[in-house]
Nanobody
Framework: QVQLQESGGRSVQPGESLMLSCAASQRSFNHYLGWFRQAPGKEREFLANIGWTNASTSYADFVKGRFTILRNTDDRTVHLLMNDLKPEDTALYFC??????????????WGQGTQVTVSS
């Protein structure tokens, strides 16, 4: 059982940057840690993931160049740095842990989510 806790979501203006954080309960594992988001009325979608042991990353095409995923093995956290935020980035952002690089929105362990709102 992996427990995840997200933080860092808040209201920002278009063009601003924001970093989300996710704390994992386990001291070590061989999972992939990732971020998904879900906007009202839409399905949950994959954003990015990172291998816990080798830090290899994978991104959804629509966030490449704007979002960066990072992990810190010392304090068991994974972060999502989001630049040039747009109103369409408004969503509930979820941290996820799973044993594969799959981007299926139904798999793995989930946090409770942190809300990001982008508006002027």
């Amino acid at each position: 059982q992996v427990q995840l806790q997200e933080s860092g979501g808040r209201s920002v203006q278009p063009g601003e940057s924001l970093m989300l954080s996710c704390a994992a309960s386990q001291r070590s594992f061989n999972h992939y840690l990732g971020w998904f988001r879900q906007a009202p009325g839409k399905e949950r979608e994959f954003l990015a993931n990172i291998g816990w042991t080798n830090a290899s990353t994978s991104y959804a095409d629509f966030v490449k160049g704007r979002f960066t995923i990072l992990r810190n093995t010392d304090d068991r956290t994974v972060h999502l740095l989001m630049n040039d935020l747009k109103p369409e980035d408004t969503a509930l952002y979820f941290c996820n842990a799973r044993l594969t690089r799959s981007t299926d929105a139904r798999e793995g362990y989930w946090g409770q989510g942190t809300q990001v709102t982008v508006s002027s």
